[in-house]
């Protein structure tokens, strides 16, 4: 199901590869132009899926399993998609999510190596068959994007740069698999080529 009233946006992408940069940019942009939206991130974006983010991305005494990192990632976006993106999309607005539910697919089914097919059905139950209009998959090789990290870096940054190199190559499925929705950008133009690719791309699906 996708939206049929508002318009939702998703970034994806391996750490560090841009998207929180060219989210601010399009942001920008959708306010000067007076456009109302909505910007949530994942996990979090409710009271509920922030207290999940912080279990999913900080340190503890034992180690979360695969399968319960997957069950979190999903329980904290089917608060979000509830609480927040389908009640906002319902009016009309937009969206914009940094990560949604192919970060699963990637991280988890890719980089966890979790059953992909398994993850669809858990995916398409969290979200209530609720996907991006467009998705735009910021791609950079897994060194590049462990240098923009820096060092502080949370629990899944820290997964090293084999997990991100999985990660990766399960995007670059992705986009093949859901190509009506995704469009892949190349995370070493700069920055400023890059949000023109997507405005422009927006423009066109969706002239306002």
Not at 102 to 109: E, P, R
Not at 117 to 145: H, M, S, V
Not at 197 to 205: A, G, M, Q, R
Request: net charge neutral; aromatic share 8%; charged share 30%.
């Amino acid at each position: 199901m996708s939206t049929s009233k508002g318009l939702f946006i998703s970034f994806e992408g391996i750490d560090g590869c841009g998207k929180s940069t060219q989210i601010k940019m399009l942001c920008s942009y959708l306010k000067d132009r007076n456009k109302e939206f909505l910007m949530v991130r994942e996990p979090g974006g409710t009271d509920i899926s922030e207290q999940i983010r912080k279990i999913l991305l900080h340190s503890h005494d034992q180690e979360i399993s695969d399968r319960t990192e997957a069950l979190l990632m999903t329980g904290s976006r089917a608060q979000l998609i509830d609480e927040k993106i389908l009640p906002f999309l319902n009016q009309g607005k937009i969206v914009i999510a940094d990560r949604f539910l192919d970060s699963t697919l990637a991280y988890q089914g890719g980089g966890r190596e979790l059953d992909l097919n398994w993850l669809i059905d858990l995916n398409n139950f969290a979200t209530n068959n609720t996907f991006p209009d467009i998705t735009f998959f910021i791609d950079i090789e897994p060194e590049i994007g462990a240098m923009r990290s820096g060092s502080s870096k949370d629990r899944i940054e820290r997964a090293g740069l084999e997990f991100q190199s999985r990660v990766r190559q399960s995007y670059i499925k992705l986009s093949t698999l859901f190509n009506d929705r995704y469009l892949t950008l190349d995370g070493n133009l700069k920055k400023k080529i890059i949000h023109k690719k997507i405005v422009s791309h927006l423009l066109e699906k969706d002239p306002w």
